[in-house]
């Protein structure tokens, strides 16, 4: 250890003095004791010269504490050190504060203008940097200067391109005038998203948006200045995008918001048919007219009647009972545009108050079963006995009349359980509809369903009459569901099978653990309790009934069936029907839950009884409405409850329900 002498107000070290030490950067610990300085084993002697370097594409300045030729060891203005490649320094220059230098170097660059110092640079060579300061300073230029000069031409990489260490070359002019074209392009980009943020954070639609709203609620491009602009105010306000535009005005129409998004993935080309031709329809004129008087059984809306019934007595009290299928098939060839259009549908899509066919109206209109006419029908005949048990069946294309269309509302008055139990059924066709209730009950007992828990479930009618929306219930198990579900059943069965039997391929439901599954091969549905089931009784409304329906005519008429087992136009129908499907059902499921929340406010509903059907989910009376209840506490499921209904939001489809009280049983 060695002491220090204080003289002169300049402590000697060895020879050296205090101010020459402090330029060393070297760093001390020491006591003062009066005059003499206690040097600590900790004191070191380094070099003067501080570095100006790059690191990762920023420039630092460090005073050398090591220099070992490759690499340096440099301590920062504010005390970290580092070890850098001798590579990386750009200047070495000796600075009483290496902080002041740095903001000096800073404060010259942005006095530098870029274009100016573009300028002055040969556009097709490069430069070192050190060289444009001298020309740009008209003299060798001081530590600062270069330093500042390398500052400015590092932050302009549209004028200057980097070649190296401190060297550069600049850009050639139309390269540059892209580069500032788009600069300037981003800039007016920022200030249309800053205005636009600001408009979006009052509520307040800006007029730029109104041409984009579809893409914007539904196939954002998020690039955009526009869906920047709303994502950010979105996030400020805590709301979606939908909620945000709402509060806007630029959602008008909850369930077209509903309905859009929809059409948009699903029907992108529209749900009209354009200016499709559907040619001379009337193909039917030679078909044999059956001498039978028919009727339909569909609710009030059903446009597409693709089914209808006819009973004629027999001797010894037995009858004939005729199940009529509309026959679309007639008229639309394989591969046909109509075909075609059809075969992408796959189905009629439903949602209370509309549909979006798979056929055409005025296709519709020419084959559905309309009362008073004379129409084409794939006809099943079922004689049956006076147990009701079926001794023989035939089929027939033919020209069915149909007395009637009768509506299930109206219908329902007279044909009921009550009217049942007194044995007679006053309407014009009560003998015909007590004989298909008492056929209805033999087959369902056959099929080992009579006990079927499915026949209690409740189903909705919804009725939207100037956007008021009705909702009413019936009981699955009626007397005129069991009717027509179970004829509905015995025809699709047993043309499966028949199809089966005559090695003609069709597509086919089964259901086997639980799971439903489509296939060209026969297999028995648990469900349904039969050996095959086939849909072909819905020709109008579902592709694969209309695919069923071809082979059916084809198998009748002893002609070569359309379609093969590894055919194509088999195959694809088969593969996406069901996602098809599907995809129709979820939809047609939040369209009803959207006017199950528009009841709610439409009727003013602030409190509901509901029932408990496990843990904390609940079912509300009236509705098929199923939502989770938090607060509910630990009850046993059919428990009757009450509960509140508050925050109902049309745009997600949600609601809160609060517990409030169980109710007495």
Known sequence: MGVFKVLSGQTIVRGKSWPALWR??????????????????????????????????????????????????????????????????????????????????????????????????????????????????????????????????????????????????????????????????????????????????????????????????????????????????????????????????????????????????????????????????????????????????????????????SVTPLTLGSFRIGIHIAIPTLGIPPGSLLDNLAAKRLSTVYLPGSKITMLPDSVIQHYTLGEKRLCPALSMYLDVADDFTVTATKSRIEQVRIAANLRHDALEEHFNEFSLAGGAVDHPFGNELLALWNFARKMESIRGKTNDSNNEKIDYNFNVVADRITITQRRRGSPIDKVVSELMIYVNAEWGKQLADSGVCGIYRSQGGGKVRMSTSPAPHQGLGVSQYAWISSPMRRYVDFINQRQLVALLRGETPPYTRDSESLKTPLRDFEAAYEVYGDFQRNMERYWCLRWLLQENVITTSAQVLKENLVRLDRLPLVTRVSSLPELPPETNVEVEISHVDLLELTFNAKFLCKLQA
């Open 24 to 309: 060393m950067g070297s760093r001390y610990n020491y006591n003062l004791k009066e005059t003499p300085l206690t040097l600590h084993s900790s004191f070191r002697t380094f070099s003067t010269l501080n570095v100006f370097y790059e690191d990762e594409g920023t420039f630092k300045v460090g005073a050398i504490l090591a220099d070992n030729t490759t690499s340096l060891q440099v301590e920062a203005p504010h005390g970290k050190r580092a070890k850098i490649k001798a590579a990386s320094v750009l200047l070495r220059f000796d600075a009483p504060s290496l902080s002041e230098f740095m903001d000096r170097a800073q404060k010259t660059a942005e006095d530098l203008d870029p274009n100016f110092l573009w300028e002055c640079c040969e556009s097709e060579a490069e430069f070192a940097s050190d060289a444009l300061a001298a020309d740009y300073f008209g003299h060798a230029a001081t530590s600062e200067e270069a330093a500042a000069v390398l500052i400015r031409l590092h932050s302009a990489p549209m004028y200057f391109y980097k070649k190296g260490r401190g060297r550069y070359k600049a850009a050639p002019p139309k390269a540059l005038e892209a580069a500032l074209a788009s600069q300037e392009k981003k800039r007016r980009q920022a200030e249309r998203q800053t205005r636009y943020r600001e408009s979006l954070d009052r509520f307040t639609l800006p007029e730029e948006f109104r041409a984009s709203l579809f893409s914007l609620l539904y196939r954002p491009d998020k690039n955009t200045v526009e869906w920047k602009a709303l994502d950010a105010a979105c996030t400020a306000a805590r709301l979606s995008v939908s909620q945000l535009l709402e509060k806007c005005g630029a959602i008008p129409s909850t369930h077209d918001y509903h309905l859009n998004r929809f059409l948009l993935e699903h029907f992108p080309e529209g749900t009209g048919f354009g200016t499709l031709e559907t040619g001379d329809l009337t193909v039917f004129a030679d078909l044999p007219v059956s001498d039978v008087l028919a009727f339909s059984i569909d609710d009030a809306t059903t446009t597409e009647i693709d089914d209808a019934f």
